[in-house]
T-cell receptor, first 115, second 111 residues
């Protein structure tokens, strides 16, 4: 079975541009979460989506947005890019929501560099 | 907000047990403790998780204190491939499934 897949794996943008990152969860998983990992730090929670609805949001500005599609894949959009948005963006999927007590599966990430 | 405190780095001799501590003094009764590791900027890899009882799987053991304010991840026989950053995480359940990662412990297994 395929794991969590993310695209693109690497990309370079300039300040002020926008970026769209994509994630396909493990088959059968209905929950997708997004995390930002700046170099030298642990991942920081951005969003969680479950059954196409936002179910959690971290402390990120409105320039960050996301959505989940009927097939449970997800997009993370970042507008008006800043140098500080340079990071590894991680997508994670799981099978459930509040009552779920299992494992969160991570993809390999999309590395964004903003120049 | 990070809810866990871990030492920034540790060394362990190959073949010996690696004991990684974590403090989570503000943990609530329904919050789980998870451990993940990350090797050289790959995606984090699940190791183990628990609520109150000690847990063991093929990778590691998790020892949680009775007051749940701290825990220890034990890798019984560390190998060079266990060199990674290890994250102790408290899972928040009241709004979605947010995982609070701290800065982790960089474990180096020495030959």
């Amino acid at each position: 079975d395929a794991g969590v897949t993310q695209s693109p794996t690497h990309l370079i943008k300039t300040r002020g541009q926008h970026v769209t990152l994509r994630c396909s969860p493990i088959s059968g998983h209905k929950s997708v979460s997004w995390y930002q990992q700046v170099l030298g730090q642990g991942p920081q929670f951005i969003f969680q989506y479950y059954e196409k609805e936002e179910r959690g949001r971290g402390n990120f500005p409105d320039r960050f947005s996301a959505r989940q599609f009927p097939n449970y894949s997800s997009e993370l959009n970042v507008n008006a890019l800043l140098l500080g948005d340079s990071a590894l963006y991680l997508c994670a999927s799981s099978s459930g929501l509040e009552s779920w007590t299992g494992e969160l599966f991570f993809g390999e990430g999309s590395r964004l560099t903003v120049l | 907000d990070a809810k866990t405190t871990q030492p920034p780095s540790m060394d362990c001799a190959e073949g010996r047990a690696a004991n990684l501590p974590c403090n989570h003094s503000t943990i609530s009764g329904n919050e789980y403790v998870y451990w993940y590791r990350q090797i050289h900027s790959q995606g984090p890899q699940y190791i183990i998780h628990g609520l109150k009882n000690n847990e063991t799987n093929e990778m590691a053991s998790l020892i949680i204190t009775e007051d749940r304010k701290s825990s220890t991840l034990i890798l019984p026989h560390a190998t060079l491939r266990d060199t990674a950053v290890y994250y102790c995480i408290v899972r928040v359940t009241n709004t979605g499934n947010q995982f609070y990662f701290g800065t982790g412990t960089s474990l180096t297994v020495i030959p």
